[in-house]
């Protein structure tokens, strides 16, 4: 269990960390076509690029953990998520070639930069469906033989709804974060666009999380009433949403702000996950079909933790020096 909470840990910051940067490219193509465009978008630039880079290690070490914990997970998902997979690491492929040619124009190409944004939209939804697997409903084993069933993943309300909700939380965080980072750039133009869009996107994330509630009754009743056993897990949530929602109409605050976006979905978040258990993909694989090796999984989860603990330090410093060199910061600007 300590090793799936670390591994949890790093997949919420990686939903963090990567819907910050999936949104920025939503957001600076938009600026370019209406032609709003302030100095942010060219510090975006600079700073989400190096900082996009490591976001990626978070999602690698996550799918590590996750084999090396849960081995069955590569025979059931192997199947699965082999389209989606592919589709996902094409797209990740093609939004880290921005940054590798930046230098030779591709910022400054409008088609591009949307193609740029699109992919930010693309990547979390194709990786949603990673969790909407594992509800169950959509593989069968018929003796050795995993089969996946794709029609009824296309044509699921929850699974559709698991995709919409991804796409407006990647928007609403993404645009809480920047609206914190234009005022400290004390980039005026860019704060009007982006608080304007924390704010809109604000209704449609917290419709979105309502609509999956309501689906995963009618997908998975078990799940469904579990979540609702936690229910003071999700009225925290609610109520960070609230705070954060609150400070950016009042246009004061905007770092709690997004801190308190952080803490929002840190609780649903884990809320969904606990909810979850005892299952890591259901019917087949559960907590109990870790590694029988209690010596292996011990050891295993030592390296999760350490490894996690000596992830934290170049991290904070790469956030302080690409993300808030203030005075640099206000010199650009």
């Known amino acids: 269990m300590i090793g799936l909470a670390v591994l949890w840990i790093l997949l919420y910051g990686y939903v963090i960390i990567a819907s910050i940067d999936f949104g920025a490219g939503f957001y600076a193509y938009y600026a370019r076509w ?13 700073y989400l690029s190096p900082v996009w880079e490591v976001t990626n290690i978070f999602f690698i070490f996550f799918i590590v953990g996750i084999v090396a914990l849960f081995p069955e997970t590569v025979y059931y998902y192997g199947t699965a998520l082999l389209i989606p997979g592919i589709v996902s690491f094409v797209l990740l492929a093609v939004r880290g070639s ?10 400054e190409s409008k088609s591009y930069l949307f193609v740029y944004a699109l992919t930010g939209l693309l990547i979390p939804a194709s990786l949603s469906t990673m969790l909407t697997v594992s509800e169950g409903g959509f593989l069968i084993e018929e003796g ?14 929850y699974s559709w709804s698991v995709v919409f909700l991804a796409i407006v939380s990647v928007l609403f965080i993404s645009a809480t974060f920047l609206t914190y980072y234009a005022s400290r750039a004390n980039d005026s133009v860019s704060l009007v666009t982006l608080r304007k869009f924390a704010l809109f996107w604000s209704l449609p994330t917290l419709v979105a999380s309502g609509g999956v509630f309501i689906a995963l009754k009618g997908h998975n ?5 579990k979540m609702l056993d936690m229910w003071w897990v999700f009225a925290i949530s609610f109520f960070f949403f609230l705070i954060a929602t609150f400070l950016i109409y009042q246009k004061k605050k905007y770092g709690t702000a997004f801190l308190c976006v952080m803490f929002q979905f840190l609780f649903a978040f884990f809320g969904y996950g606990i909810g979850h258990l005892p299952y890591i993909l259901e019917p087949f694989i559960t907590v109990d079909s870790a590694i029988s090796n209690s010596i292996a999984n011990i050891a295993l989860c030592i390296i999760f933790v350490l490894g996690s603990i000596i992830m934290i330090p170049p991290f904070y410093m790469l956030i302080k020096s690409f993300f808030f060199p203030v005075n640099h910061l206000e010199e650009e600007v």
């Open 221 to 225: 009743l078990r799940h469904y009433e």
């Open 144 to 157: 050795t033989e995993v089969i996946f069933l794709a029609k009824e993943l296309l044509t699921s309300s």
């Open 34 to 46: 209406q032609k709003k465009e302030g100095r942010l978008v060219t510090l975006m630039g600079d």
């Open 98 to 107: 921005f940054y590798a040619f930046e230098a030779y124009g591709s910022r």
